[in-house]
């Protein structure tokens, strides 16, 4: 078992940027792939970012150039930076943790509580 908790979510203005973080818990961090998601109102929840094992990233491309994943093993923590946002990039984030890499939800097993972020105009 593993538990996600995300923080770092907030209201930014347009251009701004903002750090999540996501700590886990559990069973062995480093084995797994760590992704970010994110829905809209009204929205299906979105693949923004994941990052495997060997620090291979993958993005979508809407948030490629101002969007970066890390990971920090060591802390157990998973990181999204968040640069140049957009109202568009309005959302609740959510962290999650998987065995293997993946673009959709069911490549993940496990998910944290998720974090609003709020882009304003």
């Known amino acids: 078992q593993v538990q996600l908790v995300e923080s770092g979510g907030g209201l930014v203005q347009a251009g701004g940027s903002l750090i999540l973080s996501c700590a886990a818990s559990?069973?062995?961090?480093?084995?797994?792939?760590m992704g970010w998601f994110r829905q809209s109102p009204g929205e299906g929840r979105e693949f923004v970012a994941a990052?495997?094992?060997?620090?291979?990233?993958y993005y979508v491309d809407s948030v490629k150039g101002r969007f970066t994943i890390s990971r920090d093993n060591a802390k157990n923590t998973v990181y999204l930076q968040m640069n140049s946002l957009k109202p568009e990039d309005t959302a609740v984030y959510y962290c999650?943790?998987?065995?293997?890499?993946?673009?959709?939800?069911?490549?993940?097993?496990?998910w944290g509580q998720g974090t609003q972020v709020t882009v304003s105009s």
């Open positions: 999650a943790a998987g065995p293997r890499m993946g673009w959709t939800r069911n490549a993940y097993d496990y």
């Open positions: 559990g069973r062995i961090f480093s084995r797994y792939v």
């Open positions: 990052i495997s094992w060997s620090d291979s990233t």
